[in-house]
């Protein structure tokens, strides 16, 4: 069992920045794709960024390119996403995922572990 702890969420303005992190319970989770989503109140869970087990390979979604960055340290077991300029849009609850194989994915159904999630507030 893979346990998966967000954490860095918060209040911030327009244009501010916040850093997640996600931190694994396993040391296996460094052969794992991971990734991000956020669900906002009354919406379906969406996916925000994905990065491969060894961190070549990144996927956004459109409206965060250029604003966010997910990247790893393997050897500490956790996952980043540092998202800039935010919007108030960009307000959710934002999960951490963990597939079992090393690549990544966009769809929600290929993640087997979660986090509890963190409130991200974006305020205008």
């Known amino acids: 069992q893979v346990q998966l702890v967000e954490s860095g969420g918060g209040l911030v303005q327009a244009g501010g920045s916040l850093r997640l992190s996600c931190a694994a319970s396993?040391?296996?989770?460094?052969?794992?794709?991971m990734g991000w989503f956020r669900q906002a109140p009354g919406k379906e869970r969406e996916f925000v960024a994905a990065?491969?087990?060894?961190?070549?390979?990144?996927y956004y979604r459109d409206s965060v390119k250029g604003r966010f960055t997910i990247s790893r340290d393997n050897a500490k077991n956790t996952v980043y996403l540092q998202m800039n300029s935010l919007k108030p849009e960009d307000t959710a609850v934002y999960y951490c995922?963990?597939?079992?194989?090393?690549?990544?994915?966009?769809?929600?159904?290929?993640?087997?572990?979660w986090g509890q999630g963190t409130q991200v507030t974006v305020s205008s």
């Open positions: 990065i491969s087990w060894s961190g070549g390979t990144v």
């Open positions: 995922a963990a597939r079992t194989v090393g690549s990544i994915s966009r769809s929600y159904n290929d993640y087997r572990y």
């Open positions: 396993r040391r296996i989770i460094s052969s794992y794709g």
